[in-house]
């Protein structure tokens, strides 16, 4: 069993930048590839940013592209997502997930993760 907690998330105003943590606890993180999603209000979870368990290569979705990068301390058993520029369309709860979505390479696909945080909200005005 893995236990994922998130934090770091907060308000702040448009082209700020935060830094999300997921700190796993349980089993260690290294094996696992993991990820960020999030979910805004009335809206579906989307895929965020991803980095491999295997070879720690990182996958972003067009909107995070050059402004978030996501990497992991396996030694602290930690992740973070590093946001800058951010935008209105930002805003959401932000789930850190880990899995075996290295096998297959689907690292955009929820169901690829067998465990996921609580959430942190994440809230940019403009």
């Known amino acids: 069993q893995v236990d994922l907690v998130e934090s770091g998330g907060g308000l702040v105003q448009a082209g700020d930048s935060l830094r999300l943590y997921c700190t796993g606890s349980?089993?260690?993180?290294?094996?696992?590839?993991m990820a960020w999603f999030r979910q805004a209000p009335g809206k579906e979870r989307e895929f965020v940013a991803a980095i491999s368990g295997t070879d720690s290569s990182t996958h972003y979705t067009d909107s995070a592209k050059g402004r978030f990068t996501i990497s992991r301390n396996n030694a602290k058993n930690t992740m973070s997502l590093q946001m800058n520029s951010l935008k209105p369309e930002d805003t959401a709860v932000y789930y850190c997930a880990a899995g075996w979505a290295d096998y297959r390479g689907n690292y955009d696909q929820g169901g690829e993760y067998a465990y996921w945080g609580q959430g942190t909200q994440v809230t940019i005005s403009s």
């Open positions: 349980g089993r260690s993180l290294g094996r696992y590839a």
